[in-house]
C-alpha cells in the first residue's frame, strides 16, 4: 500500500469524514468471498493486509472497515480509539460491533453500505433487532495497526470485562467460541442467493449520514 495516496485530514469535520468514506469505499469493496477466503481471512487481517488485499466480505463488513478507518486517522495524528459493542441479536445472537471514537464524535459503519457519524460518544444502540448489552473503549496502546482483531480483542481483555459486567452466575464467554459462532453463522448464509438479493437492496457505495 503506497502511504502517499493517504488522505490528508485536518479533524473530524464533514470534509474529513468524507475523505474517510470514499477512500475506504474504493480500497475496500464488498464482495462475496468463497468459503475457503472466509476462513482463511475473516478477522486475521491488520489494517495494511486488508488495504493490501482490497477487499472484505459483504456480510459483517464493520469490523474491517472500522479497523482501516481508525488506521487512517491515527496515521494523520488524530485520536481514534477502537469501540467493542456486544450486543445481542434476533437473528444472530451473540455478537460484536465495532466503531471508531474520535474527539468529540464517533464514526459508525452500520452495514449495507451505511456509515453514521455523530457528535458525542458512541453508546451502542437498541432496536427491534438489536440490544447492546456492553460497550467499552480498547486504549490506543493496544489497539495499534500491527495487530488483528483477535490479538487486540485478546489483548484488550475482552473476556474478563465482559464476565465481569455480566455477573459470576453466567456461563464464561470466550472470544474463540464467539468467533467460531460466527464463521459458522457466515458459512452457513454465505450463498449465491443471499449475495444477489443484497446487491440488489444495498447501494453500491458507501452513503455516509453525517450529523
Not at 475506504?24 to 488495504?51: E, G, P, Y
Not at 464514526?107 to 453514521?116: E, I, S, V, W, Y
Not at 487486540?152 to 456461563?171: A, C, F, M, R, V
Request: aromatic share 8%; charged share 20%.
Amino acid at each position: 500500500m503506497n502511504t502517499t495516496t493517504l488522505p490528508q485530514l485536518r479533524g473530524t469535520t464533514r470534509e474529513d469524514i468524507e475523505k474517510v468514506i470514499h477512500f475506504v469505499d474504493a480500497n475496500v469493496r464488498r464482495i462475496r468471498w468463497d468459503n475457503s477466503t472466509l476462513q482463511q481471512k475473516f478477522l486475521q487481517r491488520t489494517a495494511l493486509q486488508i488495504l493490501n488485499d482490497g477487499t472484505t466480505h459483504y456480510m459483517g463488513p464493520c469490523w474491517d472497515l472500522t479497523t482501516v478507518t481508525n488506521w487512517l486517522f491515527r496515521e494523520n495524528g488524530i485520536p481514534a480509539h477502537l469501540i467493542v459493542e456486544r450486543l445481542i441479536h434476533k437473528e444472530q445472537g451473540i455478537t460484536l460491533h465495532l466503531a471508531t471514537q474520535l474527539p468529540g464524535r464517533y464514526l459508525d459503519h452500520l452495514g449495507d453500505n451505511q456509515t453514521h457519524s455523530h457528535p458525542g460518544t458512541y453508546q451502542g444502540w437498541t432496536n427491534e433487532k438489536r440490544v447492546t448489552t456492553f460497550v467499552y473503549t480498547l486504549p490506543p496502546a493496544i489497539a495499534t495497526p500491527e495487530k488483528n482483531l483477535i490479538t487486540t480483542l485478546e489483548e484488550g481483555g475482552y473476556e474478563q470485562k465482559i464476565n465481569d459486567s455480566e455477573g459470576t452466575d453466567k456461563p464464561s464467554e470466550t472470544l474463540e467460541g464467539l468467533f467460531q459462532a460466527k464463521m459458522r453463522q457466515a458459512l452457513q448464509a454465505n450463498t449465491p442467493t443471499n449475495f444477489e438479493q443484497w446487491l440488489r437492496k444495498t447501494p453500491q457505495i458507501l452513503q455516509l449520514t453525517y450529523a
